[in-house]
Each structure stands twice: as C-alpha cells, then as structure tokens.
C-alpha cells in the first residue's frame, strides 16, 4: 500500500510539473522564436542555424552580418549607430561562421568591428571601436552622453582566438589569429597572431608558435 501511494505521489508529481512546462516554459519558447523571425529580416546578412538568445538588444541591425552557426548567450548588445548627436556614421559589425558568444557581451560600431570564424567569447566582454569624444578639455566640460562619438580605428578579431570573461577589446585593435586573451584584460594595442596576452592594459605572455 505505501509502494501505490508514493508511486501514485510520484506520478502526479510528473504530471503537474509537465503542466507547468507546458503553460509557462512553452509560450516564452514560442515568443522568442517569434521574435527571432521578426528580428532576422532586419539584418544587412545572416547565416543558417544562427541562435541568438533573448533578450536581445541590437542597434543598426542593417549594418551587421553574421554568419553560419552562430550562438549566444542571453542580453547580448550589438550596436552599430548610424548616426549620433547630429553626426553620420557608415558602421559595420560582421561576425564570421562558428562563432560562440556568451552572456552579457556588448559590442559596438560607428566604424568597423570584425570577428572572424571559429571565434569564442567569454561573458561580459566589451569591444568598441569608438569613445565619446577625444579627451580633449572643452568636451569634458560636455556630459559624456552627449559628446560625439570619436574612433581610432576598426577592430578585427582573428580567426580561431578565444577572449576570456569580463575583457575589453578597444579601438583601433587588432587580435591575431589563434590568439587567447586572458579574464578582465583591456586590450590596447595589436596582439600578434598565435599568443597569451594578459593584463591591464594587455600584453603577450607567452608566443604559442
């Protein structure tokens, strides 16, 4: 008799959990996938088997291109502003095939930002390609958010490198191919292809080739 009822507890158990999954887990799957297909068609291009989690936030989708058998993490940020206090921009933002970003990544352009294929990211990287403004005095005397956004150059990540978690990638740099860049790293110059860089502000550890 004490086997029947907790079988019987076990059972029900399964079932009002089956429920659950069916009311609420379901209808998110449902909304995001809907979502996804609204969002895809907004995109300048964009591969086969892309996943991207949601929420998304993406700025300037016409300006970026992904590429075949991307993933993401939940809230990634891809920004690429045409235009910014009156000013014009011709950003682009291109992801190439393979690559896997994970939560809470931000990437930004008014200018160029390129990953290539077979790329991995760690959670809550940052890469930019611009700053608002230049350090110069008089902006400073200007609220940050209002200043005009300034780059110093593209930023290009290589093929096959893998950016560890909480990294800042900024303007006018260059990640060889086959690179690794350490946790919590701010990358402020070109790091050669086939190298460990690490630090604040970065620099090579170790040449793996």
């Known amino acids: 008799m ?6 019987s ?7 009002y959990r089956s429920i659950v999954r069916c009311f609420i887990t379901t209808p998110m799957r449902w909304y995001s996938n809907l979502q ?7 995109f300048k291009e964009i591969g086969s088997n892309v996943q991207i989690a949601f929420p998304f936030c993406g700025y300037g989708l016409e300006n970026i291109s992904i590429g075949d058998n991307f993933l993401s993490g939940e809230r990634l940020k891809l920004r690429a502003f045409g235009e910014w206090e009156g000013v014009k921009y011709t950003p682009q933002i291109k992801i190439g095939n393979n690559v896997n970003i994970q939560t809470d990544c931000h990437i930004s352009a008014i200018n160029s930002v390129i990953i290539e294929d077979n790329v991995l990211i760690a959670s809550f990287v940052y890469i930019s390609d611009h700053s608002h403004g230049t350090c110069d005095y008089f902006e400073s005397l200007i ?4 200043r005009r956004l300034y780059s110093k150059g593209a930023v ?5 490198v893998w ?7 900024l303007p006018g740099v260059t990640v ?8 919590n790293s701010v990358v402020t110059k070109n790091i050669p292809a086939y190298s460990i860089a690490c630090g604040t502000p970065a620099r090579v550890i170790k040449r793996l080739k």
């Open 176 to 183: 060889g191919e086959g690179s690794i860049i350490g946790a």
């Open 143 to 146: 609220s940050p958010i209002k």
């Open 36 to 42: 996804w297909h609204i969002i895809k068609e907004q």
């Open 156 to 160: 290009c990540i290589g093929k096959n």
């Open 2 to 7: 004490e086997n029947y009822i907790e079988t």
């Open 9 to 15: 507890r076990k059972v029900s158990l399964f079932i």
């Open 163 to 169: 950016i560890g978690e909480k990294a800042t990638i």
